[in-house]
């Protein structure tokens, strides 16, 4: 195996026996093969007339199980790979196509054949660094695009552009393409990034109604509960909407915490807020959780041998583990929880955590109804800066960094945040400038397009022609894919002097970090004091 794709890669170079995500060999190759046959079923779409919605599904679907921490389970992923040649042959039968590339030919059913190609179609089969590299850069922003594309297909929205944009670059990783060339594509990457997340912003308010300014509970109540974590939100309502008389409630965990700031999930009198903290420390909470817990997306992390949650766990959707029931959707989409349901009912009250409130809920309506008011104050002098701190959170003690970096910043700094990076400064109490919260939390990962909306209204507002001169900084914190489509977007938009932490991609070459820190002028995280003296002038 050879696997570089998220922040914490074995020594920031490549895990190559065992993922230091606990993924392990057969599981990589598996993903490998995934990604494999998914660029020939992306080639075969490409060349096809009338395509179904179904191919594009199978192929953001693929995309998303290969994400950090989403699906450990080989099993899984093996019968995806099964499924994306048979959909190829499906297409190869109703079209003539002529002349195919070798992975666009690859055909087989047969376990041992398949777990062969797995070891041959590594990434290090691309010898040359610089486009191995590009080529990785713009796989890993397709499988941040192609999460946020599913969550909206989901609800039923689409664009065919963002799917047609991904079977195309998919494809395009194949061929003998310039550096050039690929660094266009690794910005039209980012475009697509921006349209997809403007897709699912879309779809969530329209299904689920603008986020809300809204304090969350942390603390629990006194009966037994089922917790809910990842990013579906229609997996949120349908949990909410078939547990609503059953006499338990729902918490919600890490990255699904922005469900309580929307409207229609606030109907339900049994959400009873969130518990816990980022992803990283669910071997710890989730024993304390006492029911059911139910991942509708990454990040999962391999259970402890001292675990004792692994019967009340599930996995839906794209996200698997190994021995964990997973809770399929029928044919007509519908997904049903009463299993989830029926144990919750059986188990005890979640042990209290902390009993504190917290505020988020800052997507881009609420903070442009806000606008004039923080217009206001930065003209006033009482905000000098937004410092926006977006992207993910991970359990690398150089992590500290930004709950360091946060307690630093000057009283007169506001900071964006959206994704789980927030939780390393959203309880520390930073308070508000006149009224307005230093920590202003837009919601997801995702919704760092919230992020970029307010900044494009605050660049109208001070009647700016250059979206860099206005008072923010980006201090962006990845680990996984989602943050890597996040960081195009912003690259797409010509942001400039982006810090990037707690260190910089792995597969990044000299050349590639060099480009960004050329034209971008991209800088990896030093020290917090070294930091704040850059973005604090
Ligand atoms: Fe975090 Fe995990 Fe949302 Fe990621 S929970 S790390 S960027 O999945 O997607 O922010
Ligand atoms: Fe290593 Fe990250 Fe790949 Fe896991 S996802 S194998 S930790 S690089």
Redesign the pocket.
């Known amino acids: 195996m050879f696997c570089y794709q998220c922040q914490e890669t074995a020594n920031n170079k490549g895990c190559t026996k065992r993922g230091v995500c606990g993924k392990d060999e057969v599981t990589a190759n598996i993903q490998d093969l995934l990604i494999y046959v998914s660029k020939g079923l992306s080639e075969v779409i490409n060349k096809s007339n009338d395509i179904e919605d179904k191919y594009y599904d199978r192929i953001s679907n693929n995309l998303f199980i290969s994400i950090t921490?989403a699906n450990f389970d080989k099993d899984f992923i093996l019968e995806a790979v099964k499924e994306t040649i048979r959909m190829k042959e499906d297409l190869l039968g109703k079209n003539n196509l002529g002349n195919l590339s070798e992975g666009a030919n690859f055909n087989s059913a047969d376990d041992e054949e398949l777990m062969k190609k797995a070891i041959e179609v590594g990434i290090l089969n691309i010898i040359k660094e610089d486009e191995r590299s590009l080529k990785e850069l713009i796989t890993y922003g397709l499988k941040g695009m192609a999460a946020y594309n599913h969550h909206a297909n989901v609800l039923g929205y689409r664009d065919r552009s963002i799917d047609e944009f991904i079977t195309k670059s998919l494809e395009a990783t194949t061929k003998n393409l310039s550096l050039d060339e690929l660094i266009d594509l690794v910005l039209e990457t980012g475009s697509f990034g921006i349209k997809a997340m403007e897709l699912l912003d879309k779809a969530n308010r329209e299904s689920f109604g603008s986020p809300e300014i809204t304090e969350v509970n942390y603390g629990v109540g006194d009966k037994p509960g089922i917790l809910i974590s990842g990013?579906d939100l229609k997996d949120m309502r349908t949990l909410l909407e078939q547990s609503k008389d059953a006499g338990i409630e729902i918490y919600t965990h890490?990255?699904m915490l922005p469900a309580n700031y929307y409207p229609e999930f606030k109907k339900y009198d049994h959400l009873h807020g969130n518990y816990g903290n980022s992803?990283w420390k669910q071997n710890e909470e989730f024993e304390h959780f006492n029911g059911p817990i139910l991942m509708t997306?990454?990040?999962i992390i391999p259970m402890k041998s001292t675990n004792t949650y692994r019967d009340r766990m599930f996995t839906t959707g794209n996200a698997g583990y190994p021995g964990v029931v997973h809770i399929s959707e029928d044919e007509d989409g519908n997904k049903d929880f009463s299993q989830i349901i029926e144990l919750a009912k059986t188990c005890k009250a979640p042990d209290k955590l902390e009993d504190i409130k917290v505020v988020g809920g800052f997507a881009h309506e609420q903070t442009l109804a806000l606008a004039d008011k923080i217009v206001r104050e930065v003209k006033a002098g009482n905000i000098k800066k937004f410092v926006v701190m977006a992207?993910?959170?991970g359990r690398n003690k150089d992590r500290s960094y930004y709950t360091d970096f946060a307690k630093a910043l000057p009283k007169d700094y506001v900071i964006l945040t959206a994704?789980?990076a927030k939780y390393r400064y959203n309880k520390l109490g930073l308070g508000d400038i006149n009224g307005i919260p230093r920590v202003l939390d837009a919601g997801?990962?995702n919704d760092s397009y919230s992020l970029v909306q307010i900044a494009i209204a605050l660049k109208d507002a001070f009647g700016l022609d250059d979206i860099n001169d206005l008072p923010i900084e980006y201090n962006i914190a990845w680990?996984?894919q989602?943050?890597v489509i996040v960081l195009l977007s912003l690259l797409s938009l010509g942001v400039k002097n982006i810090h990037l932490g707690p260190s910089l991609p792995a597969f990044l070459s000299d050349t590639v970090v060099k480009f960004l820190v050329d034209n971008f002028n991209l800088s990896p995280n030093k020290s917090v004091d070294e930091d704040l003296k850059e973005m604090c002038n």
């Open positions: 921490n990013h890490s990255e992803w997306t990454n990040c992207g993910c959170d994704g789980c997801q990962c680990y996984e989602k943050a």
